[in-house]
Nanobody, 125 residues
Framework: QVQLVESGGGLVQAGGSLRLSCAAS????????MGWFRQPPGKEREFVAA????????YYKNSVEGRFTISRDNAKNTVSLQMNSLKPEDTALYYC??????????????????WGQGTQVTVSS
């Protein structure tokens, strides 16, 4: 099992930036992909960004590409999401998640077995 703890959420004005971090512990050696997902108020959970633990491939939701950057630090077992040019529609509860096997989609939340508790991001207009 992989344990995940997110931090870095908060309230920011439109156009501002936030950096989310996710600290992983437990069976780190089993992680294949780390992802960030979000759940806007009253909506389904959706994919935001993901990165292979090897760092050789990144994935982004179309609406965040060019504004958000996912990165990982294997030495510290952390994954970060730098969010720039934030928009009110980015408001959501953001979750960090881990996928511990290679087959299957790397952006489908159903493929991720370990989840953090979430951190709130609120963007005011």
């Amino acid at each position: 099992q992989v344990q995940l703890v997110e931090s870095g959420g908060g309230l920011v004005q439109a156009g501002g930036s936030l950096r989310l971090s996710c600290a992983a512990s437990g069976r780190i050696f089993s992680v294949y992909v780390m992802g960030w997902f979000r759940q806007p108020p009253g909506k389904e959970r959706e994919f935001v960004a993901a990165i292979r633990w090897s760092g050789d491939r990144r994935y982004y939701k179309n609406s965040v590409e060019g504004r958000f950057t996912i990165s990982r630090d294997n030495a510290k077992n952390t994954v970060s999401l730098q969010m720039n040019s934030l928009k009110p529609e980015d408001t959501a509860l953001y979750y960090c998640a881990a996928k511990t096997y290679a087959p299957g989609s790397n952006i489908d939340p159903a493929m991720f077995g370990s989840w953090g508790q979430g951190t709130q991001v609120t963007v005011s207009s």
